[in-house]
């Protein structure tokens, strides 16, 4: 099938290009240019985006959850009701993401979800985001605090070939003990360790970068707080280049001001865009939900336990995009990268996702006004289309 959206800005992300055309076939960017360098076949469905803008498809790294629905709780009806949920607003690559829980359920869970993945090679579903459960109990944020493990090989083994290959992330707080000899090993098999849910000092993370860490997970939240005397997880974060870090751009989790200081100090190379949404993204206001078997529900848009502890998320990438321009001075082009290649990098998948090129996967996002996700095309497949 050859496809072509012609008329529209197209974001790369690295330069727009104001008035261009995409050509799609096989599943990939065949054509890209401007509208009279792009020659589009007779045989092509050409749609026409005059006024709106095409960018890669957004990659979120941590989703736990939407519309009722958890990673951690679900079923395949479940999975599939959230990758809908994401592709209606431009995710065309995500994590799914599980929370700790009692030994037996988590690898039952395990085993559920990489059974998904890998009998749904079409899915926007590509891997699995371990939050947890080796976590700072002093730092749990929205988790159960009884759910959380004390780190051993053994138990990584298990989680490990329960998810028959497809752990991608894991957060995980290094000063606990046995942590350093489960990031070695996760590092060996090319696991991204990312730390998080943590209390540990500037000379704890050091040790963590030498053994494999190399991410930080949804920056400021879940950690101490920036001092001038005792550093720790917020510096090493911002002052360490081997470290990229996660940003919930909602404006509530990190404040548009120190959005902006983000984007200063790690550059926009540094910082990757994600939702970190749970079960209530995508409901209404007052209703109430179970996350990590915690009651929670959105009050003032936010998803908040009882005690007003913010518990993840309800964000979309196209929101945080949006976020990172209009309130923290990003260039749409920086911004877009933090959705989407730098996601891909983050999960090597850059050399065919993240960037419009030719040869590159046609995952798409066709934005229209504020934002609003009108298109999105995965593999070279309309997968949703605003009505």
């Not at 498809?57 to 629905?69: E, P, T």
């Not at 371990?130 to 976590?135: I, N, R, T």
């Not at 930080?216 to 081997?242: C, Q, S, W, Y």
């Not at 995508?282 to 990590?292: C, K, Q, S, T």
């Amino acid at each position: 099938m050859k496809l072509a959206l012609k008329g529209g800005k197209i974001i790369t992300p690295f330069r727009i290009i104001k008035t261009g055309s995409v050509l799609i076939e096989d599943g990939h960017i065949a054509e890209l240019g401007e509208i009279s360098d792009v020659t589009i076949p007779r045989d092509a469905r050409v749609i026409d985006i005059s006024g709106k803008a095409v960018c890669p498809g957004f990659v979120d790294l941590l989703i736990h959850g939407a519309l009722g629905r958890d990673f951690s709780e679900g079923n395949v009806e479940d999975f599939e009701v959230i990758g809908q949920r994401f592709l209606q607003n431009g995710s065309t690559t995500l994590m799914a993401s599980l929370y700790a829980k009692p030994e037996t359920q988590m690898l039952k869970n395990i085993r559920t979800l990489s059974d998904y993945i890998l009998t749904h090679p079409h899915s926007n579903i590509r891997g699995i985001h371990l939050e947890g459960p080796y976590l700072n109990k002093a730092f749990k944020g929205a988790m159960n605090e009884s759910w959380l493990w004390t780190p051993s090989l053994q138990s990584w083994q298990k989680m490990w070939d329960a998810s028959q290959g497809l752990v991608k992330l894991m957060t995980i707080a290094p000063e606990l003990p046995g942590a350093l000899e489960v990031i070695r090993d996760a590092a060996k098999k090319g696991v991204v360790i990312s730390i998080g849910h943590s209390m540990a000092t500037y000379r704890e993370i050091e040790l963590a970068i030498d053994n494999g860490a190399a991410h930080i997970t949804h920056m400021f939240n879940a950690m101490k707080p920036l001092h001038h005397r005792e550093p720790g997880v917020a510096l090493a974060a911002l002052l360490r280049d081997e470290l990229k870090i996660e940003l919930i751009a909602d404006t509530y989790h990190v404040h548009p001001a120190m959005m902006e200081f983000l984007l200063k100090v790690k550059k926009p190379n540094g910082i990757i865009l994600i939702t970190d949404s749970i079960t209530p993204g995508g409901m209404h206001e007052g209703e109430e939900f179970e996350f990590a078997d915690q009651k929670v529900r959105i009050k003032g848009g936010k998803a908040v336990l009882d005690d007003g502890t913010i518990a993840g998320s309800t964000l979309t990438l196209n929101k945080a995009v949006k976020n990172m321009v209009e309130t923290a001075g990003a260039r749409i082009t920086e911004a877009v990268r933090m959705a989407s290649l730098n996601g891909a990098k983050v999960l090597n998948m850059d050399r065919k996702k993240g960037i419009l090129s030719v040869g590159r996967d046609a995952d798409l996002v066709v934005l229209g006004d504020d934002y609003v996700v009108d298109m999105t095309i995965m593999s070279g497949k309309i997968v949703y289309r605003r009505q």
